[in-house]
């Protein structure tokens, strides 16, 4: 069953009790909180999720709570916790709802070691992967979501999940987050696009968090064969340029964005080095979405990518 077919009624009852479960991806997340914008936020972001049955096992348990002491009443604040265990110090009490995809980020990144884990957009058509791994500031976000809304298949804006037996990616389908400029930019180029209320003032600056596509959600449970690695860079009025990069020195890189690579020892190495074995890999600049699709879609033809 879906969110929305649960009905509004009732699981807002099970959020303010502890007993919310909802399934993105591989892993499901149990929601508890009181605060009105984290129902307003999953409300608008997952209604297309499925849900579990209260009691069912999750593998995350995520508590939305306002801020002890005299923050319960002067300048409130937001906290997170874990099974009990608070990892952050208290945010604005208007921060709450990308707290918890921070959070949710966090609680997979931290814990999830049976997949190597990049720090990675990612996202398929015709069944075939392209890792789009960068750091903050690069666009990689940016490019994510307009492809999403031109035809690639959204597997997840924030982490690569890759199997350890197979090496196959799974889909660990969340909103996609948007920063700064961003945020117009896909207003402008996706209309009628779901976003929550802009967060203003946060360590990332302003930030949203973008509705997935319901059909993306409905296939969460098919993986993708890793075929591209592509390390994008926004460079504003650069011509869009898309040229081969060494895949040693690609290993390099991803192994640097990676979660747990080191935690994984010699099985991440043997695991990385199987995924970049099975990419061709890029490096890649843009400055106009149109064409960057463009570059994309011309990768996929090349391979018979027209899922």
Same mark, same amino acid.
């Given at each position: 069953?879906?969110?929305?077919?649960?009905?509004?009624?009732?699981?807002?009852?099970?959020?303010?009790?502890?007993?919310?479960?909802?399934?993105?991806?591989?892993?499901?997340?149990?929601?508890?909180?009181?605060?009105?914008?984290?129902?307003?936020?999953?409300?608008?972001?997952y209604a297309d999720?499925?849900?579990?049955?209260?009691?069912?096992?999750?593998?995350?348990?995520?508590?939305?709570?306002?801020?002890?002491?005299?923050?319960?009443?002067?300048?409130?604040?937001?906290?997170?916790?874990?099974?009990?265990?608070?990892?952050?110090?208290?945010?604005?009490?208007?921060?709450?709802?990308?707290?918890?995809?921070?959070?949710?980020?966090?609680?997979?990144?931290?814990?999830?070691?049976?997949?190597?884990?990049?720090?990675?957009?990612?996202?398929?058509?015709?069944?075939?992967?392209?890792?789009?791994?960068?750091?903050?500031?690069?666009? &990689?976000?940016?490019?994510?979501?307009?492809?999403?809304?031109?035809?690639?298949?959204?597997?997840?804006?924030?982490?690569?999940?890759?199997?350890?037996?197979?090496?196959?990616?799974?889909?660990?389908?969340?909103?996609?987050?948007?920063?700064?400029?961003?945020?117009?930019?896909?207003?402008a180029y996706v209309?009628?696009?779901?976003?929550?209320?802009?967060?203003?003032?946060?360590? &990332?600056?302003?930030?949203?968090?973008? &509705?997935?596509?319901?059909?993306?959600?409905?296939?969460?449970?098919?993986?993708?064969?890793?075929?591209?690695?592509?390390?994008?860079?926004?460079?504003?009025?650069?011509?869009?340029?898309?040229?081969?990069?060494?895949?040693?020195?690609?290993?390099?890189?991803?192994?640097?964005n990676s979660f747990?690579?080191?935690?994984?020892?010699?099985?991440?190495?043997?695991?990385?080095?199987?995924?970049?074995?099975?990419?061709?890999?890029?490096?890649?600049?843009?400055?106009?979405?149109?064409?960057?699709?463009?570059?994309?879609?011309?990768?996929?033809?090349?391979?018979?990518?027209?899922?």
């Amino acid at each position: 069953m879906r969110l929305a077919e649960l009905g509004e009624r009732e699981w807002r009852r099970r959020l303010h009790v502890g007993k919310l479960v909802v399934r993105a991806g591989p892993f499901r997340y149990r929601f508890d909180s009181r605060l009105p914008q984290i129902a307003e936020g999953i409300g608008l972001l997952y209604a297309d999720y499925p849900v579990a049955e209260p009691d069912e096992f999750a593998d995350f348990a995520l508590k939305m709570e306002h801020g002890a002491g005299l923050h319960r009443w002067w300048r409130r604040q937001v906290r997170f916790s874990s099974d009990g265990f608070y990892p952050f110090a208290p945010l604005p009490a208007d921060h709450a709802y990308p707290q918890l995809e921070w959070a949710m980020n966090w609680c997979v990144s931290t814990r999830a070691h049976h997949y190597l884990m990049l720090h990675a957009a990612v996202v398929e058509r015709g069944g075939f992967a392209a890792i789009l791994p960068a750091p903050p500031g690069s666009g &990689k976000s940016t490019l994510c979501a307009a492809l999403v809304h031109r035809g690639w298949r959204l597997l997840s804006d924030e982490v690569a999940l890759i199997s350890l037996q197979d090496g196959r990616i799974s889909a660990a389908v969340r909103p996609i987050s948007l920063k700064n400029q961003s945020i117009d930019i896909m207003r402008a180029y996706v209309p009628g696009a779901v976003m929550t209320p802009v967060t203003h003032g946060t360590t &990332k600056g302003s930030v949203t968090h973008l &509705k997935v596509p319901a059909e993306h959600v409905e296939r969460m449970d098919e993986t993708a064969a890793p075929r591209w690695v592509v390390f994008p860079k926004y460079i504003a009025g650069a011509p869009t340029r898309l040229a081969p990069y060494p895949r040693a020195r690609s290993v390099l890189d991803l192994g640097g964005n990676s979660f747990n690579y080191m935690l994984l020892g010699q099985t991440g190495f043997e695991a990385l080095g199987r995924l970049v074995s099975a990419c061709e890999c890029f490096e890649f600049s843009y400055s106009q979405l149109d064409e960057a699709i463009h570059a994309f879609d011309g990768l996929a033809d090349a391979v018979g990518g027209h899922g």
